[in-house]
């Protein structure tokens, strides 16, 4: 393995960049650039993005930050970070979930944007992170009369029938989609499928009296309001021990598919994306020999500019989500437990007897003649080939609750 010690990755505001100049082997000739993390909510993970976001963004003049959130809550994130207002609120733009994903590193990147003059553009690429419909029927409502007032009626009804799913994340909106009846569910997506196909059909007549890109944003309301009713009924299947084989890879085709659109329509677009390790790999996610999901990156690794590196730990411990948990605004509770125990031929048995690596962060490149065959994911140990799935992997001494979190 190549391995490069990194002392200041975990400080931001002085991280020498030249330290992080090893990753430019992989970096180079890439869109595209997966910067994971092995678990949510971890202090040094954020902190090293951050740094990693530096060194894309100062040495590879990477330009747009693609977060693991829907369009609409990026869109008030952004109105958040170009606030001239230090003192502004975070929380009046971040629901409890996004603050504890992103806190941390989005208050260091309006500082960053501030201070450096870079400009960088927030886009989220995912359903909503708390699979709540709520937001994009509202904006469905707002915009369907110009674009296709027949159809007024159906969304209204569509919004009645989803009227209860709401939530601060997956989990809390999960339930409610699961008190719905068997026949208010199937009607729901009946409704937003045939929504979807009456627009596409009569596309051409519906731009004599709109423009394209109002037919536009409808589509992509349509499309996420679809792909977030079947990324609900997946989830409440995996909560019920009915769901089938790689049945969470909905959510990841549609993040495969926003970062696909986006890039084809700006070329001068250079993405860092920042999502778990298991929407970044470029293999699918197994745990105990079942296929889990097709990630967002395997579906990416088909071109030539994706790059993804992996974050990780050698800590004992990790923060976990704890379910469920009444008193949490999210519906579970984030609490320090027992990190796996890492087996021979893990990427952090491998990191973990280089010297040096208990005390400072290191870079390690890949693919190499060792061939690690796990790597932690959340308080489990996920088999993989860790070569295939990833270009490079950092690595913490430990990996400790984010401060941001209040849950």
């Not at 902190?47 to 990026?74: D, K, P, W």
């Not at 704890?322 to 087996?343: M, Y």
């Not at 007897?353 to 190499?368: D, Q, R, T, W, Y």
Request: hydrophobic share 40%; charged share 20%; with cysteine.
């Amino acid at each position: 393995m190549q391995v490069f010690q990194i002392e200041t990755l975990l400080r931001p505001h002085e991280i020498d960049l030249n330290n992080l100049g090893s990753l430019d082997s992989v970096i180079r000739g890439s869109r595209i650039v997966g910067v994971g993390e092995g678990a949510h909510f971890v202090s040094e993970f954020s902190l090293a993005r951050a740094s990693l976001i530096r060194y894309l963004v100062e040495r590879h003049f990477f330009n747009t930050i693609g977060l693991e959130c829907g369009a609409i809550q990026a869109a008030r994130l952004t109105e958040w970070i170009n606030s001239p207002d230090q003192d502004c609120d975070f929380q009046q733009f971040a629901g409890p979930l996004t603050g504890g994903l992103y806190g941390t590193l989005l208050n260091w990147l309006k500082d960053y944007i501030r201070s450096s003059g870079h400009q960088l553009r927030l886009i989220g690429i995912d359903l909503p992170n708390t699979l709540s419909p709520k937001e994009d029927l509202v904006q469905l409502q707002e915009t369907i009369q110009q674009v296709d007032p027949f159809a007024v009626a159906r969304v209204d009804e569509l919004v009645r029938l989803l009227d209860p799913i709401e939530g601060q994340s997956a989990v809390m909106s999960a339930s409610t989609w699961g008190g719905l009846t068997s026949g208010e569910r199937d009607k729901a997506t009946a409704i937003i499928c045939g929504l979807r196909l009456r627009l596409e059909s009569l596309a051409p007549v519906i731009l004599e009296r709109c423009n394209r890109r109002q037919l536009q944003k409808v589509s992509e309301l349509f499309r996420a309001v679809e792909y977030t009713l079947e990324a609900l009924r997946g989830m409440k299947a995996l909560f019920d021990g009915e769901s089938i084989e790689g049945e969470t890879s909905v959510r990841d085709r549609y993040m495969a598919n926003s970062v696909e659109k986006l890039m084809s329509a700006s070329p001068d677009m250079k993405m860092i994306i920042l999502a778990h390790n298991n929407h970044i790999q470029r293999t699918h996610v197994s745990f105990s020999g079942e296929l889990t999901a097709v990630p967002m990156g395997q579906h990416l690794s088909d071109t030539e500019f994706y790059r993804a590196i992996a974050l990780t730990h050698i800590g004992p411990t990790v923060p976990e989500m704890h379910f469920p948990s009444a008193a949490s605004p999210v519906g579970f509770s984030v609490e320090s437990a027992p990190a796996a125990d890492l087996r021979a031929d893990s990427i952090e048995q491998h990191i973990g007897i280089i010297e040096g690596a208990k005390k400072s962060s290191l870079a390690v490149l890949l693919p190499s003649n060792t061939v690690p065959k796990s790597i932690r994911s959340q308080s489990a140990l996920m088999e993989i080939d860790v070569n295939r799935a990833f270009d490079a992997v950092i690595c913490t001494p430990q990996a400790t609750k984010d401060g941001q979190v209040c849950f």
